[in-house]
């Protein structure tokens, strides 16, 4: 039996990185702030999202709360 070993660059985007940047897209960022923000690359994001479905779930999650207001004095 053989052992597979990893080889190649670690994966930049973790699921720190995935907090800061569905964060950030909530609070009105851009894409390109976002990314800024968690320091990564826009071609990483990207890469990510075509890769990724549970990366692209949450960052669509987090462009659609991005307009939501919500404000603890809210009666409902």
Avoid: W
């Avoid at 897209?25 to 990483?44: G, K, M, P």
């Amino acid at each position: 039996m053989t052992v597979k070993r990893s080889v190649g660059r670690p994966v930049k985007v973790d699921y720190k990185i995935m907090m800061k940047l569905a964060t950030a897209l909530e609070n009105s960022a851009t894409i390109s702030d976002a990314c800024r923000y968690a320091q990564i690359s826009r071609d990483s994001y990207y890469r990510h999202v075509q890769s990724e479905p549970e990366f692209a779930e949450k960052m669509r999650v987090a462009k659609e709360n991005q307009f939501k207001l919500t404000n603890f004095l809210t009666v409902y």
